[in-house]
């Protein structure tokens, strides 16, 4: 692999703790899931490392999550105007606003303005001796001093994937404040998408950078608390149904109380629900993203380390029978937890079996509770492993042949339950 300079990735292995970059006087520190693989790949690591830090947006950009759990570290990133500015730098060379100047030399003749000018009659003929041309010629102009500010902010937080040599000098002499507002006044007097686009881009590089109003290229982005990042990955993966049907099988308790009636306690939320055909029975899943250590540790000291504990259990059995109380639908329980498919333990089957040729799903068994004499089929949660990297590149595009895998992987799980 080749070195990146001053960069240094660090997993984690409790996912509660910090995850996300800071850059601190030039290093630069990722710390990653403990399950995500560095490539040896320079370009594919890269590549990787930021699709991880998009992943953080899924969490950064739910307002209601970052208010109620407070997990948020730092500024927030817009990872995707950063790239797209860096973009079209290469691609475009410095934006300048640019202005129409007039001449009698070469250039686009503007015949609305030289025919109002004196011809020259000769031998029946009308000339106009002085031609009038435009020319557009850019200005460095303040829009043009607020891109570069921008352009280099986005230098400043992820230059580093990108093989140039990028040198840009620039000084901050508007507040963040004003700039956003000049910027928003140009926007508002163009029709052109390619500049409404740059513009929105720009401002919003501008309205995440710390609320100082100072610019630094030291900075935070990341948040305390990946496992909501993953838990909806792997609904968008799984394609689950929507919130607001999700929340009809939360199931709640209540406190009948002596002096003040009835209450309802905390809701029970599941992660994740999907209903599906099954070979000719209507079935739901009910899948529970755990991310927790196990599929990222070369080495168990128990074989069930880093697993489920029995209160994730207990649980996820309390979910299965919430819907079957509420559907006549077949019940599954299932979590899923990421992995890193390239350990050692995982790439010879010592500890799992892979359902995918490729590796990127894999089944590791089941668990059952002591206290459910009669088992039903969802008091049976099927474990599986999906490789987090994966995971980063898809969880946006779900994958049919690996969710159908996953299901049938399920109910021929279940069937042998059955026949023992």
Known sequence: MKKIDNLKIEPVVNANDFIGISINNGQITIKTPLCFRIDEDDKILKK????????????TKDHEYIKNNGNLVGEIWP??????????FVENGFYYKREKTYSTSGGKIEWKKTLKKTPVYSNGNIIYNDIITSHMIPTNDEISEIYKFCLTKAIDRIGWIFSYNFNIHVQQHKSIKE?????????????DDIKRQRFEH??????NINSTGKSSKNST??????????????????EGINKKDLSKYNPVATWHLVKNGNHSSSELRPDTIVHLSRNGKQCTYILDAKMYKYGGLDHLERPNDGLPETSSIQKQITYGDEVARLTDNYVRNAFILPY????????????????DCDRNLAYIGFATSSWRLEKKDHDYIFSFLIDFNY???NYN?????????LYDEIERQIRSTNEK
């Open 179 to 191: 700039m956003i507002m000049l910027i928003r006044q140009e926007m508002f007097y163009t029709f």
């Open 221 to 238: 982005y990341g948040i305390k608390n990946y496992y909501y990042v993953f838990e909806r990955m792997v609904d968008r993966f799984f």
């Open 340 to 355: 890193n498919k390239e350990l050692e333990r995982f790439k010879f089957n010592n500890d799992a079996i892979n359902i």
């Open 397 to 405: 595009r779900s994958n049919n042949r690996i969710t159908l895998k």
């Open 79 to 88: 990872i995707d105007s950063y790239l797209w500015i860096i973009k079209d």
């Open 202 to 207: 720009m401002i919003a590089i501008l309205s």
């Open 48 to 59: 990787n490392l930021i699709l991880f830090l998009k992943s953080i947006s899924i969490a």
């Open 391 to 393: 995971l980063l590149r």
